[in-house]
């Protein structure tokens, strides 16, 4: 039977697939119509030729389910467990007619007996999925009635509007996640807040004949242990695929993000950028998979035309690196309105942190002033937005977490910004030394190519999840300070790391 003959009269409800949860489902009418079950029903089988699509919009009617049924047909109806994903072949989705296990609220037969709402916020809490009318959500019509399911507005560029895969109720235990990128500075952090909270972390780091696990040797021995680590290269579409199987959320962080280098080498910016990001969404399309979080930058945005910079700022290149991801970004767009993946996009504003290489600019000028006769940067005047590690796990979580930030593309920053020249006096005010500041050639960008400055407004992510950093700049700073200290040997503060 095809999907299109089944309808509720005059209700419309949509089935997230591999969430095996309903959506927009009128569960008075269902009371009302369904006055006791005997038994299940068995298995219907949908041929459709875009049910590779993860988002699937059935129609049911109750005289087709009855129809199906066979014998006491008003006895049974659907229950929010009902929906349930089978990558079969052929394009074959299998789902499940169930009874409801109750009689009505009016006449229950025991204490016991559950009601469909009850049972539906249950299957909500295991998906982490409100039940609730995407239209009412995402302002305005969804998919199925024809519209885009964009959020439009302020709010940034929409990507797409799938009922979410998770909630911001949620809990991580036991749920399973894939960090690509996991071995880098930011994926690292993620992967031990993930693990401290119980959740089933595949870390995907990019594979290197010496086997280590870069930053994630130094994830205190417990939780490292608890890791599952795969490695590969996201350039891989079959390693990709095989890491996604059976994920319940991907972030997505793997990317190379050396801005100077990509002037040097910009082709391998888009194998893995472009190319990677890719293979990460279509692994999720072809999985269902719940929630995809894509690591976007405020290197996007260029040189701010205003300030603070909020996500309808226009997107500016200034580097090849930026370009890649304005690509990777507009790649999770369009998979979102095309084929209903269920992306969410961060854009981080300049992390910094424990464990981040002297490729960045704080650990850079950290390392020369506690190591160096003096400390060397590029241009003094540009002003950068920095954002403490711990804040933006935070941030990458509540952004899986939250129903609010699918189709968006939420900035995460705070608020403040802070040129390089200050922030090199204020490390050595911190240090209480005296060090010559020098600006670099070797360390200056392109003619035309340097980024100015970026001030981060978060006022989205903060209305959407409640999110806001609460490291002051000093904290972080002194933090960043200990870790370079004590690990010395990862500092070579002499070499320019680009």
Known sequence: MDAHRLAFPDRTFNAVVGCSVLHDFDWDRALRNVPRVRK???????SEPNLANP???????VPSLKRLAGDSPDEYAVTARQIERSLATGGFVRVRVEPFEFLHPATPSNSSASSPVSRGRSAERRCGTRLARSSSRHGGRHPADGGTGAPSGPGGRGISSPPPGVDGAMSWSGRRVLVTGAAGFLGSHLCERLAARGAEVTAFVRYGS?????????????LRD?????RGNVEDAALVEAAVAGQEVVFHLAALI?????????????????????????????????????????????????VPMDEGHPLRAHSPYAATKVAADALGEAYGRSFGVPVAVIRPFNAYGPRQSARAVVPAIVSQALFGPEVRIGARDPVRDLTFVSDLVDAFLVVAESAGTVGRVVNAGSGTGISVGALA???????????????????????????????????????????????????????????????????????YAT
């Open 258 to 306: 050396g801005i100077p280098y990509s002037y040097e080498a910009p082709r391998s910016y888009v194998r893995t950028n472009v190319d990677g990001t890719l293979h990460v969404l279509e692994a999720a399309r072809r999985h269902g998979t719940a929630r995809v979080v894509l690591t976007s930058t405020s290197e996007v945005y260029g040189t701010a035309l205003r």
């Open 226 to 230: 608890s890791l599952r680590v795969v």
């Open 40 to 46: 299940p029903v068995g298995w219907i089988r949908f």
């Open 55 to 61: 988002r699937i919009f059935l129609q049911k009617s």
């Open 210 to 222: 010496r086997a280590d696990a870069g930053n994630l040797e130094l994830v205190p021995r417990g």
């Open 425 to 495: 006096r204020e490390v050595l005010s911190l240090l209480g030394v005296d060090r010559p500041i020098v600006e670099d050639p070797e360390r200056l960008r392109p003619a035309g190519s340097e980024v100015e400055r970026l001030v981060c407004d978060a006022g989205l992510l903060r209305e959407l999840t409640g999110w806001a950093p609460v490291t002051p700049l000093r904290d972080g700073l002194a933090a960043v300070v200990r870790f370079v200290s004590e690990n010395r040997a990862l500092y070579r503060p002499e070499v």
